[in-house]
Structure formats: C-alpha cells, structure tokens
C-alpha cells in the first residue's frame, strides 16, 4: 500500500498522519508501531459501525490487542454530556485501565467525543483518530481540538488533546453520502483560498475529478490539506494568533447556522456560504480583485456548494453574529483573504457596514 506520511511537530505531542486508500486493514500493526499496548476501545457510530467495525477489529485483533466496541448514536444531536457518559460507562464496564487506548472511528462528531473522552478519563488516555469523513480527514482529525456541545452552544465544553496518530483511509469515502463529501470539500477550498494559491488552482483545475471522488485528485488533496493544517497547528496550538485563520468563512458561517437552527444547512454548505461572502467583503476593503472573488465563488458553485447568504434581517444577523466567539470587547476578529493563497486579519468594529457588503440591509 502506498502510504503519505504528514508530521504534526509539536515538540512531545508530535505525531504523524498517515493517509492512504486501505489503511483501515492494517491499523493493528500500524497500533503495535506507536508503541500503544492493552485494551483498545473502538468508539464508533450506528452508521460508521457496521460499515468498518470488523476491519478495524479484526485487524487489531491480529495484531494481539484486546478490542472493546462503543458504538453511539448517530448525530451532532448527540454531540453532549449524555452521550459521552455512555462512553465513559463503556470504559468503566470494560475495566479500561491507564494502559489502555482509544481508536475514533468515525466522523468530526465521533472524532471530538472520543477525544475528549480520551482527555479526560483516568486524567488522559491516549487516542487515535481514524477520521471517516471527508471533513474530518481534511480538518477535525487534526490539531487536537476535542470537545462536546452544550445546549447553549457549540463546542463550549472542551480540550486540546492530541492524538498519538492520525490515520486516514480514504476507501472509507466511497460510503459517504454525496452531502456531507462536498461539506469537507467546503472547508478544503478555505485551505486553497487564505493559505496556498498553488492549492487553490490544483482544486479548480480538477473540480470534476473530486466531485467523481478520484482516488488519486482525492490522495493529493486530503493529503495536501493535512499538510497545510498541520503547518498551522504547529505555529500555533492554542489558537492564540495564526490558528484563527483556519476561521475563514466561519463567522458569517456560524451565523448561518444559528439562524437557520441548524437544520437547513449542513456546516461545510454554511462555511461555503460564509467563504464567499468572506470573498466579497476583501474584495470591497481592495484586498483581493474582482477576478480573485470569481474565481473564488465559480469553484465554491462548481463544486455544487452554496454561496448565497439566507434572506434574514441585518438585525438578526447582528444577533448572531454577537454570539460568535471570536467577538471581543475591540471588535470581530474577520479572517479576510489576500488575493487568493494568502490571508489578513481584520478587527471590524461596525458589524451593520460589513452586512450591507454581503447585501443585507436593515
Ligand atoms: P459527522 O461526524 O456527523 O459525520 C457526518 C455523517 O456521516 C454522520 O451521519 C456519520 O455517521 C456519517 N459517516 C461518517 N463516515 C461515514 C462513511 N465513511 N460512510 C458513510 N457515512 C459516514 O460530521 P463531520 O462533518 O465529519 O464532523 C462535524 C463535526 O466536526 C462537528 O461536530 C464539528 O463541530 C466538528 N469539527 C471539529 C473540528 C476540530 O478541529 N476538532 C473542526 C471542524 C469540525
Ligand atoms: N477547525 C479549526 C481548527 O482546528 O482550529
């Protein structure tokens, strides 16, 4: 198997990202080589369960491990406290001791849950990601970001925990409904746009080859974005400056969502909305050209995503935007993009003006 190798370099909490399409056969082995021993616990979903389980078991089983299974509901509904008691139960129930490990096998949802319970049981066990979805091979996988929902928001209950390795099949994409593999290729068009113009024209030169979900278009740019977000997250762990750039298109994103109780969109089709409406307002402060936001907002359209801001008033865009959590006292922190591969930060205090660039006026 040709197998990439990516390095996350963060002193003693480095690790490697292995990416290739069949890697799920082998991760017993690939386990064995990260030096992790005793029990395994798969976490996992309904969904992604029946579809890898037994690869995953059987591998690890070959390789000598003892493998416990936790599978959960499916849903960024269960994305809370109660679902990761069943997780804790299930390690509790299995006698899970501090020898022991944690395999993430699923989506961003599975991978943030796992992990945080992988932060927080008997003070920090180590975990694995094995990322299902296109999204969380391109971004969730990565960086170390773990964490559950509360009822008052998204993602307020957290940590950073890296994993000990993350390791990518990309075969595990030809299960994923055709909705959530253009959400991943949302969030991969945001490394394009503020961080890598070669990238960005890689993806608009084979649009069509990664909407047909070609293996090798497919390697190049899970792999290319790994690379870019391991970079960043590298710099910059805590998100305390550059992290914040991997925000582009979020804020208007987020606001999208609240506003449509997220429900109407999934979050890669809000951050492709949010992506060119970020297009938009550079273009208007001169950061980027007109020929840059088109060119922007054609590959955002051609990979069949989004672009159009939901039709809500200003004021209730104001609202939600009030929520976003990159707000402080001196104004929202705006990620804009510098032509197209590079980014600027922008503190904006007059919120009213931004919206009336994205065409929503009071
Ligand atoms: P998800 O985990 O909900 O997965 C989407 C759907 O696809 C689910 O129904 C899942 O069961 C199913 N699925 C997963 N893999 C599959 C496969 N191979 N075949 C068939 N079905 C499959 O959604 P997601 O987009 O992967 O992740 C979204 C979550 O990630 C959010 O909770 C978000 O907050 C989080 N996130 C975290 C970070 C981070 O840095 N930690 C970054 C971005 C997003
Ligand atoms: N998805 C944003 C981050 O990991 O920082």
Known sequence: MNLQHIKV???????????????????????????????????????VAPLY?????????????RVVPVSLPDGEGYKNSDTLNLIYDALVDASLDRGSFILALGGGVIGDMAGF????YLRGIPFVQLPTTLLSQVDSSVGGKTGINHPRGKNLIGAFYQPKAVLIDVATLDTLPER????GLGEIVKYGVVLDGEFFDFLDKNASLLLARDKDALIH???????IKAAVVAE????????????????????????????????????????????????????????DRDRIEGLVKALGLPTELPPFSAAQYLEALSHDKKVRQSGLLFICNQGVGAYRMERLKDLTALLEICGIGE
């Open 9 to 47: 370099a963060l002193d003693e909490r480095s690790y490697d990202i292995t990416l290739g399409a069949g890697i799920l056969d082998t991760v017993g082995p690939l386990c064995r080589d990260l030096g992790l021993s005793g029990t395994a616990a798969v976490v996992s979903n309904t969904t």
């Open 53 to 65: 389980y037994d690869l995953v078991r059987a591998s690890m089983e070959a390789a000598g491990y």
């Open 117 to 120: 319970a992988a932060a927080s």
């Open 180 to 183: 959530e593999f253009l959400c």
């Open 221 to 227: 740019t899970v792999s290319r974005s790994c690379a």
């Open 236 to 291: 910059d762990e805590r998100e305390g400056g550059v992290r914040a750039v991997l925000n582009y298109g979020h804020t208007l994103g987020h606001a999208v969502e609240t506003l449509t109780g997220y429900t109407r969109y999934l979050h890669g089709e809000a951050v492709a909305i949010g992506i060119v409406q970020a297009a938009r307002i550079s273009q208007h402060f001169g950061f980027c050209s007109q020929a």
